[in-house]
């Protein structure tokens, strides 16, 4: 799908390609520059599109009420592709969004993650950068959807190179670039019987929720107990204390 797309039937309706804003209970209106040769994911862009009417109104009212909070955005992993997303779509609207994603899939095309870099002022300065895209070593959703099929990454992200909970500070680096190779780029090629990283669907269980904690999985009986998120000691729901990094 082109970026930035229509939301509505009809185009002329679009706050995209028509901006509006038809009282003062609305969020500012999109204005958005534009992507040359964009392209994104139809089912991660419609699903920012079909939640959006909900969110933005009750994001509005709160900037009007804090308007000294900052804004942050946080999602795992088809959260971060709608965190990513509702980012660049907040700062079409004019509103200062901090994005950090975990396991976030691949969005859409080169020039699509040249747009994300561009509009996030990403630069080499990382502790100043309002988007990171935090990945974790074994991790398949990174490096999905294929290349092979024209999709790509974007740049700040942040690998965690240890495979197993817990990590500490020294796992944890900055990577250059959109595809550096010493990160999630790189670990395509793993030792597990000579699949690459991006078919080891079973990971979706292990790795690709195991950041920092174990998170939820939308699945029946997915979600880890207490006692089986860290080794004993560290912690979780159980009441003992988890070191922060």
């Known amino acids: 799908m082109p970026y930035p797309g229509d939301d509505e039937d009809d185009n002329t309706a679009s706050d995209f390609l028509t901006p509006r804003q038809t009282s003062d209970d609305d969020p500012p209106p999109a204005e958005p520059p534009k992507c040359g040769n964009c392209t994104v994911h139809t089912g991660f862009y419609s699903s920012w599109l079909h939640t959006r009417k909900v969110i933005l109104p009750h994001v ?13 955005l946080v999602g795992h992993s088809l959260g971060g ?3 990513a997303l509702a980012g660049l779509d907040f700062k079409a609207r004019g509103w200062d969004a901090h994005v950090t994603t975990f396991g976030e899939p691949r969005l859409g095309n080169k020039e699509f993650n040249a747009y994300i870099d561009e509009r996030f002022n990403i630069t080499a300065h990382h502790d100043l ?13 990174p490096l999905l959807p294929l290349a092979e099929w024209g999709y790509g990454m974007h740049s700040e992200e942040i690998f965690i190179s240890q495979a197993e909970l817990p990590v500490s500070i020294a796992d944890v680096k900055y990577c250059d670039g959109d595809e550096d190779p010493h990160c999630i780029a790189g670990s395509d090629d793993g030792p597990s019987w000579g699949v690459p990283t991006r078919f080891k669907f079973w990971q979706l269980f292990f790795a690709h929720r195991d950041y920092f904690w174990r998170l939820g999985l939308c699945l029946p009986g997915a979600s880890a107990g207490p006692g089986e998120w860290y080794p004993k000691g560290r912690g979780g729901d159980d009441g003992t204390e988890i070191d922060e990094l």
């Open 60 to 72: 509005t009212a709160a900037l009007e009420q804090y308007p000294s909070y900052k804004l942050v």
């Open 81 to 83: 592709a709608v965190a």
């Open 129 to 141: 950068n309002k988007f990171h895209r935090v990945t974790h070593a074994g991790d398949p959703v």
